[in-house]
């Protein structure tokens, strides 16, 4: 086992193990030159310079990552080869509320509050909660509501005050004609 100079112990079996083979050398090459996330690049550009020979230490400070991420990252790779490179995201919890709720709250987060007998010219998250709430008999916080829209990729912003998409809707208005 090759001692880390930063470090006490070893370098988890990487130095004997990482000596790859030419097709698993090409592959890995394939995925580099391929891939179009950065951080994906970044790891698989780790495991390359191992397998050239390069200390993780050195690695570490050629990819600008600290050597206890590279080891990680060989770790994984060593453990399911390149596919398993690549960063997964964390989820996190699963949400707390049911589908038919989310399904509703990205429903009418896209139409008017009074399509749905909501007065109101625009919707808030208090709003949406208790509008929910009464329709699915689910009651969340505004947080919860929040969060919820986010996932689904709703955007929350401050309105833009424009009247000209309901002028140009109105059948009378002088530039339809």
């Keep these: 086992m090759v001692k880390s100079p930063d470090r006490k112990g070893d370098d988890h079996g990487c130095a004997a193990a990482c000596d790859v083979g030419q097709a698993a050398h090409d592959e890995l090459e394939r995925r ?19 397998a050239e020979g390069h200390p993780v230490v050195e690695v570490a400070h050629l990819t600008r990552c ?4 590279v080891r990680r990252v060989l770790k994984r790779y ?25 399904a509703e709250l990205v429903r009418v987060a896209d139409c008017d509050p009074h399509e749905v007998g909501v007065d109101s010219a625009l919707w808030t998250c208090r709003l ?9 008999g689910h009651r969340a916080g505004i947080e919860t509501v929040r969060i919820a829209l986010h996932r689904a990729g709703v955007v929350c912003k401050r309105p833009r005050w424009t009247l000209s998409p309901k002028a140009h809707a109105q059948p009378g208005w002088a530039k339809n004609a």
């Design 78 to 102: 060593l453990g399911g080869g390149p596919d398993a490179v690549p960063h997964r995201p964390h989820l996190g919890q699963p949400p707390h509320y049911p589908p038919a709720w989310e």
């Design 32 to 50: 580099y030159q391929t891939t179009r996330d950065a951080t994906t690049r970044t790891r698989y550009q780790m495991v390359l310079l191992r």
């Design 66 to 69: 600290s050597p206890d991420t």
């Design 128 to 136: 949406l909660a208790d509008y929910l709430a009464e329709v699915t």
